[in-house]
Structure formats: C-alpha cells, structure tokens
C-alpha cells in the first residue's frame, strides 16, 4: 500500500519559513520522481517544484530563490524548504509521486498522492 504523508505545514507570518516533509512508503522511493503541488480555495491544483530520482530540480516561476526541493533517499522523504513566504503561498500542499521527472509534473499523470498539508501566510 503506498502512502505519502506530509507534514511540517502550519501558520506562519509572511516572512517567515516552514519546511514541509514527506515520508513515503510502498514505493521504490530511490527510484521515484518526486513533486510538491499547491491548491489555494478556488484554484486549480499547480505544480510548485519537482526532483529527480538522482536529485535533478526544477521549480515555478512564483517561487524560484525562494523554495527549495530535496530529498533524502536513506529516509524515503522529500522536503520543501519555503523562505520569504507570501500570503499568496496560502494553500493545502501536497506531496506527489511519478515514474518519470516529466509525469510528476502533471497533474493527470501523478501516480500517488498525499493527504494535503496546510500551509497559511499572514500578512
């Protein structure tokens, strides 16, 4: 059975940092692409960064220089790290999984899904 289960989110002044974390099992985890996905009330569910097996990133325009993926293969846990957070950051984040570095930055072709971890800016 696979399971992503995030945690790390909370309420947070803009400003300031939280890093979410995502725990895997059921999975190849070391062989498995990786993404962390954002839906604010209202919204289309987005792609914020993804990582490689082999640690390869990419990330969105709206948060380059300020979040950063990485991932931790001997824990089967990907992080996101989220500095000079913005109240527009506000959203339910989730961890996703994929075969490939290109299906997990699509939504339809994501293979596993986390519960969703909130995340709220203050301003």
């Known amino acids: 059975q696979v399971q992503l289960v995030e945690s790390g989110g909370g309420l947070v002044q803009a400003g300031g940092s939280l890093r979410l974390s995502c725990a895997a099992s059921?999975?190849?985890?070391?062989?498995?692409?990786m993404g962390w996905y954002r839906q604010a009330p209202g919204k289309q569910r987005e792609l914020v960064a993804a990582?490689?097996?082999?640690?390869?990133?990419m990330s969105a325009d709206s948060v380059q220089g300020r979040f950063t993926i990485s991932r931790d293969n001997a824990k089967n846990t990907v992080y996101l790290q989220m500095n000079s957070l913005k109240p527009e950051d506000t959203a339910v984040y989730y961890c996703?999984?994929?075969?490939?570095?290109?299906?997990?930055?699509?939504?339809?072709?994501?293979?596993?899904w986390g519960q969703g971890t909130q995340v709220t800016v203050s301003s």
């Open positions: 059921g999975i190849i985890f070391s062989l498995s692409a």
């Open positions: 996703a999984s994929g075969r490939t570095f290109v299906s997990v930055q699509s939504p339809s072709s994501v293979r596993n």
């Open positions: 990582i490689t097996s082999g640690g390869g990133t």
